[in-house]
């Protein structure tokens, strides 16, 4: 089982991974995912489990999570709703993830069994990613339900100059035959964990998981 974390917020850093190799010691979630990919997809690789844990993964950089999905799935679509307007829209995306300056089959781990871990602290993007994998219906979520969180973030500049933050009027959203449904109230995981120490014992996840099949 390969286990990739994604704890930390969702990061997009400025790193040019086609002339300098993605390695281990990566610390921004492309660069990371990049790494993580050439070990899991390597020849002769023994790994069918891939699980991405957004345990506590509160949001973040929206072009990191897109990629994400991306990875995960093959492509990924983001729905958007405007509250104010009500325009709507999709949008796909793929991500050339093996950095071959293709979008193929060989960016994704799609044809491994895919598992996420989601909690109440899975916010956000840690929220829209688990969504869209249970829209997909290729994605095992495994936990507890996700903490919502379904408006983009609008920075705001007032007259005399002070910058801050509030929730904007689009709105991420599902689409189900047509019509955009809000994910502000989070995800029903597939298979409950009760225990929070269940997330992070290793070796007891992986019986877990094997015993799913």
């Given at each position: ?50 699980v991405i844990d957004l ?22 679509t983001i729905n958007v ?68 969180g379904a408006c983009t ?61």
């Amino acid at each position: 089982m390969y286990s990739y974390g994604l704890k930390k917020p969702f990061t997009h850093g400025t790193t040019d991974y086609y002339s300098t190799p993605a390695t281990a010691d990566a610390t921004e979630t492309v660069g990371l995912i990049i790494y993580s990919h050439s070990q899991i997809m390597r020849e002769n690789s023994p790994i069918e489990n891939v699980v991405i844990d957004l345990s506590i993964n509160g949001g973040g950089a929206a072009t990191a999570a897109i990629y994400t999905v991306a990875w995960f799935l093959g492509t990924c679509t983001i729905n958007v709703n405007n509250t104010l307007t009500k325009q709507q829209a999709s949008t796909s995306y793929k991500a050339d993830v093996n950095c071959d300056r293709k979008f193929d089959e060989n960016d994704t781990v799609s044809s491994k069994n895919l598992y996420c871990l989601i909690s109440p602290n899975s916010f956000s993007c840690g929220n829209l990613l688990p969504s869209i994998f249970k829209n997909a219906g290729n994605v095992t979520l495994i936990g507890k339900p996700s903490g919502g969180g379904a408006c983009t973030i609008q920075y705001i500049t007032t007259a005399d100059g002070n910058i801050f933050r509030i929730s904007s009027a689009n709105r991420l959203s599902s689409l189900y035959n047509g019509s955009y449904y809000n994910v502000d109230r989070g995800v029903e995981p597939d298979f409950h964990l009760s225990k929070i120490e269940s997330f992070y014992n290793r070796e007891s996840l992986t019986d877990y998981i094997n015993n799913l099949h």
